[in-house]
């Protein structure tokens, strides 16, 4: 790993002077050397920088945004020093230092052995400094962002959390020569709180979704906006489907089937159809039997089948009776009833109950903005499954507001069969981890045109067609046979 090469006296100047000369070292300015390469100048300074500023700057403080990137931004970082004016110090075109005159040692806290940075109070302080000149553009995060501070911190830790920021600030506001500032953020904390009015004090939607007591998670609200970014670029063709009501019927067993097997609630397909045509229960299985029938009564009525949402309040509304009819016989699920518990899946973490309402709201206002079809299905598909709204059901709920958005613009539903699960968990994953969206809808996108090529009009001779391709095995007993049926699916998608 390269290393920077600061001397500590004359003749360690002289030595390391020796070595440029002998071609050991480089050196980037007066006083500061590397055994890096020319190219790797850039690189090793934005990762050190620190180091540099603790070398060349009196008792500094990594101040203003630096104190919380903790790297230089377009070159710039910003520190606050034993300095009579400002001043700026450029090291390459890769580093600049921008010194402030003022306090290092009011409100900090250490983030390396070399340097300190502004602790969290000061740092809503510095950021609400107004900017002039080009480099000062870059040196305050703004209003927004101390807003969004602000709610993090609500979230985190309480209310009691903000008042503490609060006196904390008010006290060391005139030695930091900060006292407008703190007049700003003490408005912006009151109005977070609700005792001040939100109109002129507040700019984020997230801080006036909180002070309006409907918070929302906006790291989910980012990550919609690029899946929603990514679908618009996607050009969908609609596959119609072909109404008859025997094969809306059979179409719509196998996607209940499919949907509840996905879940866990695992039955043959034979013991299957004696639920759903026979209308029996299982063995023993009484609420298993009525998960499956459950959903294939909502995906087969056809008049339910055809309403979306139409405004954020309506969405709310659906999802909580589609809940409440799907998990009935779950009294323990409290069907209907957004969950009270914050609710995980492995390493995922799902929206938390106080920021849930807030949340789904902002990603119904994003979904209103794509084009109908396959494009809003499968974003709603990934709202709900996001956001996680109720204790269970939520994998079935979502599946089934996809399909209602196919159906509703007269496009053919999907089934998501067994043989093909781990691929379509796998797309969620890589969405909800990574942001990347391409295997999650190409997965849709070849699903949708599996589904319109069986032959639902005939029941024995769809599940016949369905049995001959392993879509109800599981993936490592089927997916060798199962992807030659849908490889020929093909579409140019984006590679995010």
Not at 432 to 454: D, E, H, P
């Amino acid at each position: 790993m390269p290393n920077l090469y600061f001397p500590k006296d004359t003749n360690d100047a002289k030595r390391l002077s020796a070595l440029v000369h002998r071609g050991k070292l480089n050196r980037i300015r007066h006083g500061i050397y590397t055994d890096a390469a020319m190219e790797e100048i850039p690189t090793l300074l934005e990762s050190r920088w620190y180091e540099v500023v603790a070398y060349l700057c009196h008792n500094p403080l990594a101040a203003y945004r630096t104190a919380h990137e903790l790297r230089p931004v377009n070159g710039h970082v910003f520190v606050v020093a034993d300095v009579k004016k400002r001043t700026k110090i450029s090291v390459t075109s890769a580093l600049t230092i921008n010194i402030f005159p003022g306090d290092s040692y009011l409100l900090s806290e250490q983030f390396v052995p070399a340097l300190s940075r502004s602790a969290l109070p000061r740092q809503l302080l510095e950021n609400l400094t107004e900017t002039r000149s080009t480099a000062q553009e870059l040196k305050s995060l703004g209003p927004e962002w101390v807003e969004e501070q602000l709610c993090k911190e609500l979230e985190r830790r309480g209310e009691g959390v903000l008042n503490t920021l609060r006196d904390q600030a008010r006290s060391a506001a005139p030695t930091l020569g900060l006292e407008k500032e703190y007049s700003i953020l003490d408005k912006k904390i009151g109005a977070v709180l609700s005792t001040q009015t939100i109109e002129g004090n507040l700019f984020s939607p997230l801080a006036i979704a909180t002070a309006k007591n409907e918070p929302f998670d906006s790291s989910r609200q980012a990550l919609f906006e690029a899946l929603a970014d990514y679908l618009k670029q996607c050009d969908f063709k609609p596959l119609i489907f072909d109404y008859n009501s025997a094969s809306w019927r059979h179409l719509s067993f196998f996607e209940s089937y499919f949907s509840n097997y996905i879940e866990g609630t695992e039955f043959e397909i034979d013991e299957a159809e004696k639920i759903v045509f026979s209308r029996q229960v299982i063995g023993n299985r009484h609420e298993d039997s009525h998960d499956v029938l459950a959903v294939f009564d909502i995906v087969s009525d056809y008049q339910e089948m055809t309403e979306t949402p139409s405004h954020a309040d309506d969405f709310l509304e659906l999802i909580q009776r589609r809940h409440h009819t799907m998990m009935a016989q779950r009294e323990d699920k409290r069907p209907g009833h957004f969950k009270q518990k914050i609710n995980k899946a492995d390493e995922s973490v799902f929206v938390s109950p106080e920021n849930l309402t807030g949340t789904l709201t902002k990603g119904f206002n994003i979904y209103k903005q794509l084009p109908e079809g396959l494009a809003r299905s499968i974003f709603m598909q990934f709202l709900i499954a996001e956001c996680h709204p109720f204790d269970d059901g939520n994998g079935r709920l979502s599946r089934i507001m996809m399909n209602a958005e196919l159906h509703s613009v007269e496009q053919h539903k999907l089934i998501i069969p067994t043989v093909h699960r781990d691929s379509y968990l796998n797309g969620l994953r890589q969405a909800t981890r990574q942001g990347k969206f391409r295997t999650f809808v190409k997965v849709f996108f070849q699903l949708q045109c599996y589904s319109a090529s069986i032959n639902w009009l005939d029941y024995g001779e769809a599940r016949e067609q369905l049995e001959l391709h392993k879509a109800h095995a599981l993936p490592d007993d089927g997916v060798a046979e199962f992807n030659k049926q849908i490889k020929n699916h093909k579409m140019n998608l984006p590679t995010v």
